[in-house]
């Protein structure tokens, strides 16, 4: 039981990056390039953001600031990462390679290291199946915020400010409101 729903969360986390990756054909157009400079590039921003979190610990009762800014420096990685030659003719399939790659990073620095040791347990939790939905809207959220990025005009980088400074984070609202409160959002954007 413990192992069947190591490998379900683990399927749930990271079954949508192989899907959309074979979905859109990357592999045939070779954007293994892509995808692994998107990787080193997510992995170099974490460790920048670890830096500065280790540095600027003194005053981390002002979580929103260092979330703005955590935030803005995911973005300059996004286009430091989106600058770079690569052999993808097409837009969108760039767009979906930078994603993959960014998202899959960050997901197995958010998760992944989570799965193994926790899910293992012998009783069930729904925790981490709501991580593995979390990092399916994770996923859904960093492909728009590439397609934003990539597109460079005003409008979206206001989008991006948007994102950034109102729309709350999807693993806050699931660990502090459960599925209502994710209904309330999705309602309040909807109606």
Known sequence: MA?????NCLLLAFGPFF???????L????????????????LLTQFCKLFLLASLSVITEQ???????FDLIDCYGIILVSKQKTNIDDKISRIFAIAI???LMDCVMK??????????????TWTFILRGITANLEFFETLFLVGLLHSKNKI????????????????????????????????????
């Open 111 to 124: 998760h992944l290291f989570t799965f193994i040791p926790n899910a293992t347990t012998d009783e069930f």
């Open 19 to 25: 899907v959309v990756y074979k979905a859109r054909s």
């Open 156 to 191: 979206s980088y206001a989008m991006i400010m948007i994102k950034v400074l109102v729309l709350p984070n999807f693993q806050d609202i699931i660990t502090r409101g459960g599925l209502s409160s994710v209904y309330m959002l999705v309602s309040r954007f909807v109606i």
């Open 27 to 42: 592999a045939e157009q070779g954007a293994y390039k892509t995808v692994l400079i998107s990787i080193l590039g997510c």
């Open 101 to 103: 790659g960014w998202a």
């Open 63 to 69: 979580l929103i600031h260092i979330k703005l800014l």
């Open 3 to 7: 192992f069947s729903h190591l490998i």
